[in-house]
C-alpha cells in the first residue's frame, strides 16, 4: 500500500476550518431556527421540501433523496412531526403498498413563520461574509465539488 497523500499545513488549516464552520454554521441555525420558530432544524428541512411542491406531497423515497436521510431517520422525524401536526401520512392511492407525506395547513403556517428569520440567520452568517466575487468563487467550488461527488451517470 502506498503511503498516503498527507495534507499540508495550508490544506489542513482549510480543512480544519471547514469542518469548523460546518459544526458553528449547523449549530447557529438549529439555535435561531428554535429559538424563533419552535421547528428543529430536521423540522425545517422536511417542511420547506414539502413547500416547494405545488400539491405539497412526496412519496417517502423521494422525500429522502430531497433531504439525503435514510428511511429509518425520514420515518422517525415525520412520526414526530405527524404528532405535532405539521405533516400527515396518506395511503398512495395508485400503489396499495406505497404512502405519502403532506405537509399540512399548520406545517405550511410554520414553515411560512419560520422562513424570514431563517434566512436572516443564513443572510448573517453566510452571504454577508463574502463579496459578490467571493459567492461566484464559491458557486464554482461547491458545484465542482458536488460534481465529484454526484454517481456516474447523473
Known amino acids: 500500500m502506498a503511503d498516503p497523500n498527507w495534507l499540508d499545513e495550508r490544506e489542513a488549516h482549510a480543512w480544519h476550518s471547514y469542518r469548523t464552520l460546518q459544526r458553528e454554521l449547523f449549530v447557529a441555525v438549529e439555535r435561531d431556527l428554535t429559538r424563533g ?5 430536521a423540522d425545517y428541512a422536511v417542511l420547506v ?3 416547494e411542491i405545488p400539491e ?3 412519496r417517502p423515497r423521494e422525500l429522502c433523496a430531497q433531504t439525503g436521510w435514510d428511511r429509518s431517520r425520514l420515518s422517525h ?4 412531526m405527524e404528532k405535532r401536526g405539521l405533516v400527515a401520512r396518506e395511503e398512495c392511492a395508485s400503489d396499495a403498498r406505497g404512502s405519502l407525506v403532506r405537509i399540512t395547513a399548520s406545517g405550511r403556517a410554520a414553515i411560512e413563520a419560520a ?14 461574509q463574502v463579496c ?3 459567492l461566484d468563487t464559491l458557486i464554482a467550488v461547491f458545484d465542482r465539488m458536488l460534481a465529484a461527488l454526484a454517481p456516474p451517470g447523473t
Open 49 to 51: 421540501t414539502l413547500s
Open 56 to 58: 405539497g406531497v412526496l
Open 77 to 80: 422525524q415525520v412520526g414526530r
Open 37 to 41: 420558530s419552535g421547528l428543529s432544524a
Open 115 to 128: 422562513a424570514p428569520g431563517h434566512v436572516e440567520t443564513v443572510r448573517r452568517y453566510f452571504f454577508d
Open 132 to 134: 459578490p466575487a467571493e
